[in-house]
């Protein structure tokens, strides 16, 4: 993925590896936006999932990352807008295919159920990984269309 803005949130269960991944992403030279959250306070998952797909709607960031304990509540919020493709993962091969066959441009982790190495290989695939196109892409055009 060729994009130099990604914005970030994640909810409470996913605040310590949103941070990891955020000095991650800096290190590598992208601009990170961080929506929050930034404490342990129980939070609502899906305010944070439209945060960063609002940004990404209007131009902000080219994709988007997030986190929640299991990964699935922000899934499933953030693919309720018909210009986001989130793929949860839990492996590298999950996020390349994410990337080859589905041009996901919102990457959904678990920090419940992936060890932060796995989670950084993970986005360090998501970043690297470039949609093939071709075959692929009428498969994309019909997620979008309308009935």
Do not use: W
Request: proline share 2%.
């Amino acid at each position: 993925m060729s994009a130099k803005t990604i914005a970030i949130a994640a909810d409470h269960g996913g605040v310590e590896l949103k941070t990891t991944i955020v000095d991650q992403l800096a290190k590598q030279g992208f601009d990170v936006i961080d929506l929050g959250t930034d404490g342990s306070s129980s939070v609502d998952y899906p305010d944070f999932a439209y945060a960063v797909c609002k940004t990404i709607i209007e131009g902000k960031a080219q994709s988007g990352i997030l986190v929640c304990g299991s990964g699935i509540g922000m899934s499933i919020a953030a693919n309720r807008y018909p210009e986001i493709r989130a793929a949860l993962v839990h492996d590298r091969l999950s996020t390349e295919l994410s990337r080859q066959h589905n041009n996901a441009n919102v990457l959904c982790l678990g920090a419940r159920l992936l060890g932060v190495a796995t989670a950084q290989d993970c986005v360090e695939t998501f970043v690297s990984t470039k949609f093939e196109g071709g075959r692929h892409q009428g498969r994309i055009d019909k997620l979008s269309a309308p009935e």
